[in-house]
């Protein structure tokens, strides 16, 4: 009881974390075993476990950072432990069937896309007066973006118009970050170490994600056999996650310890 009082949040909640990763047991649940020659397969488990460690790590180095700079890592935190959740069922689904529609990937996207967006807003209101609508726009561009592509894979809208409506929400995060208003806090009031994490989660929100549509356009538009793009699209996007996901979060990890550390 004691001892459970001095427990810092970090440690709860990675506690919990591990009982839940231990409970989680794909032969059980599927009967079926993971073969040795599928590759997709495998690199479901490696981002599955690669997400879980970043999420001990994110939620342990909290404690070590100055207070304007936890909730971004909480963010990244939760980011990667909403991610490890849904993958563990993506790889399982996989195992037992050799599929997995692309279309689960959106219900993770609903909830980890708009936190990364977050995560530009927190690491300007750490160091300056941020207005809300900052965060809105980013907020409006994400889920522009994500209904858009989610209406087009799902069937609701043609693929082509559905492309579309999700490639203007993505042209308005990018305008917002390097030509709007946070672009501007950014290169006006930022100290160093925090506008080169800035410059560099941009560029990942371009080169990195970038990948999602070009999967789209190959998965949709380019008239390529589903079964062999599919393999390929799974493999792209579970290594696409590494950066998008955890890279992302070290970036930020890494201005938060300098920053602190600063006398
Ligand atoms: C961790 C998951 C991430 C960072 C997922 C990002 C997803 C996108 C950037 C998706 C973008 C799309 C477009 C830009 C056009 C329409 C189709 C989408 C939704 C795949």
């Known amino acids: 009881m004691v001892n459970n009082l001095v427990l810092s949040t970090g440690n709860r909640c990675l506690i919990s974390l591990a009982a839940f990763v231990a409970s989680s047991n794909a032969f059980a649940e599927s009967g079926t075993v993971l073969q040795s020659s599928d590759f997709v397969g495998i690199s479901f488990w490696l981002i599955s476990m690669a997400l879980v460690a970043s999420t001990a790590f994110f939620f342990l180095e909290r404690d070590r950072v100055a207070g304007k700079w936890k909730t971004s890592l909480t963010v990244s935190g939760l980011v990667t432990l909403i991610a490890a959740v849904h993958y563990f069922y993506m790889r399982d689904v996989w195992v037992a069937t050799g599929s997995t529609p692309t279309v689960y990937r959106y219900i993770d996207w609903l909830i980890t896309v708009p936190l990364l967006m977050i995560e530009f807003y927190l690491i300007l209101a750490a160091i300056a007066k941020v207005p809300t609508g900052v965060f809105w726009r980013l907020m409006i561009g994400t889920l522009v973006m994500l209904v858009g592509g989610y209406l087009g894979e799902a069937g609701y809208m043609s693929v082509m118009p559905a492309f579309i409506i999700g490639m203007l929400g993505w042209?308005?995060?990018?305008?917002?970050?390097?030509?709007?208003?946070?672009?501007?806090?950014?290169?006006?009031?930022?100290?160093a170490n925090v506008q080169s994490a800035f410059n560099l989660m941009r560029w990942i929100v371009t080169i990195g994600w970038a990948i999602y549509p070009i999967g789209y356009f190959f998965g949709y538009l380019s008239g390529a056999d589903p079964v062999e793009s599919m393999k390929t699209l799974n493999i792209v996007y579970n290594l696409a996650d590494v950066l998008n996901k955890i890279a992302f979060g070290v970036i930020i990890w890494s201005v938060a310890v300098t920053e602190s550390e600063k006398k």
């Open 171 to 191: 042209a308005y995060i990018l305008w917002e970050i390097f030509g709007g208003e946070a672009s501007k806090i950014n290169a006006n009031q930022a100290p």
